[in-house]
């Protein structure tokens, strides 16, 4: 079936790093994928998505393209604020195959200190 | 931006009672779906609802666990006799048809069974 793995955390950084969470896939069909973030306290919210290989999905300054050679759709951002601290899930979505549902990775837990 | 809404934001209850969680997709949606998170844990997919049927359920979502649509606006589920381990996070999500794959999530029931 599908997966997501995503790179372990908690990821701790100073503000105006650079972050870089890694997100691979296995997935039968060809999915679209999505990155979501959960602030504390709060329910998951979309950041970005790619629905094809190549594509880029940008928002709030964070970018990651559909890599479909390598299965991969790495999360970046070139500076990073302390209010990006959060949790961020990686996920797919294949509507030919899956009844639509989602597949999630484990989430990676961002800290940003000042 | 259209909103999923989700009710009760928190539930609490005794070991063996039901519970309901209530869900207000977004109108003009037609896929409907159930996820949870178990504190600290990944997001875990539980069912997906279309054309008045379950299209897909987990391993998760056994004989406990039923959904409805009562009417056309609200999303059910309902789980008829709590154990500890159904303590957590549940998510309602809808999503459009066609090449709109995107998730609409709400923020979420935190269901704590004592």
């Known amino acids: 079936g599908d997966s997501v793995t995503q790179m372990e955390g908690p990821v701790t950084l100073s503000e105006e790093a650079f972050l870089t969470i890694n997100c691979t896939y296995t997935a039968t069909g060809y999915p679209s994928l999505f990155w979501y973030v959960q602030y504390p306290g709060e329910g998951l919210q979309l950041l970005l998505k790619a629905t094809k290989a190549d594509d880029k999905g940008s928002n709030k300054g964070f970018e990651a393209t559909y890599r479909k050679e390598t299965t991969s759709f790495h999360l970046e951002k070139g500076s990073v604020q302390v209010s990006d601290s959060a949790v961020y899930f990686c996920a797919l979505t294949d509507i030919n195959t899956n009844a639509g549902k989602s597949t999630f990775g484990d989430g990676t837990t961002l800290t940003v200190k000042p | 931006e259209p909103e999923v809404t989700q009710t009760p934001s928190h539930q609490v209850t005794q070991m063996g009672q039901e519970v309901i969680l209530r869900c207000v997709p977004i109108s003009n949606h037609l896929y409907f779906y159930w996820y949870r998170q178990i504190l600290g844990q990944k997001v875990e997919f539980l069912v997906s609802?279309?054309?008045?049927?379950?299209?897909?359920k987990s391993e998760i979502f056994d004989d406990q666990f039923s959904v409805e649509r009562p009417d056309g606006s609200n999303f059910t589920l309902k789980i008829r006799s709590t154990k500890l381990e159904d303590s957590a996070m549940y998510f309602c999500?809808?999503?459009?048809?066609?090449?709109?794959?995107?998730?609409?999530f709400g923020s979420g029931t935190q269901l704590s069974v004592l």
């Open positions: 999500a809808s999503r459009g048809t066609g090449s709109n794959e995107k998730l609409f």
């Open positions: 609802f279309y054309n008045n049927e379950i299209s897909e």
